[in-house]
């Protein structure tokens, strides 16, 4: 296929680079970096124009808006638009809503996995939009990817994404209170992984991602929080899920304590730049007010 690739940071070089190794004909677009490997283009009209897929890795909703201005005059009627930034159900829909007027295909498909996901094609895509269109995109999806979940209408794949990081901020933020408490109690941290991991307080967080250093798997924690997924990224995806929770009067009060306590992590208290799992040294070290 003939893809533009908008958005080459962390998360899209790897996934453009996987395009190309796999025999597509890729033109890439960002205005500050330019990856080695990949043939770019000097406007968001020139990489699209005869383009069959336009995919977006962007870092907001208001970015994916502007970007959306340009792409879908640019790609040919019957092409598709997929976006695989993680932003607001808002934008997701407009932007899809343009691009079905114009006569084009549009998804929404952000992803979990994370930069590691994006080098070895991974990653998982949940999918919103229209059925033909995500048979389009499957390939690129299995080429990008291990897994590719349809979940409904336009904004459906935003909607799985904030509720899926909702409960991983949360669980996370349990796992690593829990941590803190434990340690205060002279309990080792190893046995209460052990319990814990093979008990009924199990999680993604504490079994594939443990936050303590030496404990469970290789996690960021080993590499001193070094992300991984960073606590600013945590910070987004629970403020977009707030979004989503007032603008559909959805009650949320953990999410939105979650948030709270990830803002202070990340814009008081040091945690910016370190992973999202940070939080545990950052509880441990505090008394209880
Ligand atoms: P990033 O900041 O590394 O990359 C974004 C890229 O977009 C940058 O290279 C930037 O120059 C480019 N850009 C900005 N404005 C542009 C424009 N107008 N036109 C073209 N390019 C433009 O971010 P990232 O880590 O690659 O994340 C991208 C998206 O993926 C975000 O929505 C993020 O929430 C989501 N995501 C990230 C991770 C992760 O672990 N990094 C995991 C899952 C989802």
């Known amino acids: 296929m003939k893809i533009a690739f908008i958005g080459l940071g962390n998360m899209g070089a790897p996934m453009a680079a996987n395009l190309v190794a796999a025999g597509h004909d890729v033109m890439g677009v960002d205005p500050v970096v330019a990856p080695e490997g990949l043939p770019m283009a ?33 790609l040919p009627q019957g092409g598709v638009f997929l976006d695989c930034s993680t932003v607001d159900v808002d934008s997701a829909r407009a932007v899809a809503g343009d691009a079905a007027a114009a006569g084009l295909g549009a998804l929404d498909a952000p992803v979990s996995g994370g930069i590691k996901g994006a080098a070895d094609g991974t990653l998982t895509f949940m999918v919103g939009g229209g059925e033909a269109a995500f048979e389009t995109a499957k390939p690129l999806f299995d080429i990008m990817g291990q897994k590719a979940v349809y979940c409904g209408a336009s904004g459906a794949g935003q909607a799985a994404k904030i509720c899926n990081n909702m409960i991983l901020g949360i669980t996370m933020l349990g796992t690593c209170e829990a941590f803190a408490l434990a340690d205060k109690l002279g309990l080792d941290r190893q046995a209460m992984f052990d319990v814990v991991s093979t008990s009924s307080g199990y999680s993604w967080s504490m079994n594939a ?41 959805a009650a949320t009060p953990m999410g939105a304590l979650a948030q709270q306590l990830y803002a202070t992590f990340v814009n008081d208290e040091g945690g910016r730049g370190t992973d999202f799992s940070g939080v545990l040294p950052w509880l441990a070290a505090k008394s209880r007010d």
């Not at 897929?53 to 792409?71: D, F, W, Y």
């Not at 443990?210 to 929080?225: K, L």
């Open 42 to 74: 000097s406007s968001v009209a020139e990489a699209c124009g005869g383009a069959d897929v336009a995919i977006t890795m962007l870092p907001n909703g208001e970015i994916l808006r502007t970007v959306a201005a340009e792409v879908i005059p640019a």
């Open 209 to 249: 991602y443990c936050p303590a250093p030496g404990v469970g798997p290789q996690s960021p924690a080993d590499n001193n929080y070094t992300p991984g997924f960073a606590a600013e990224l945590m910070l987004k995806d629970l403020g977009l899920s707030q979004d989503a929770a007032q603008a559909s009067d």
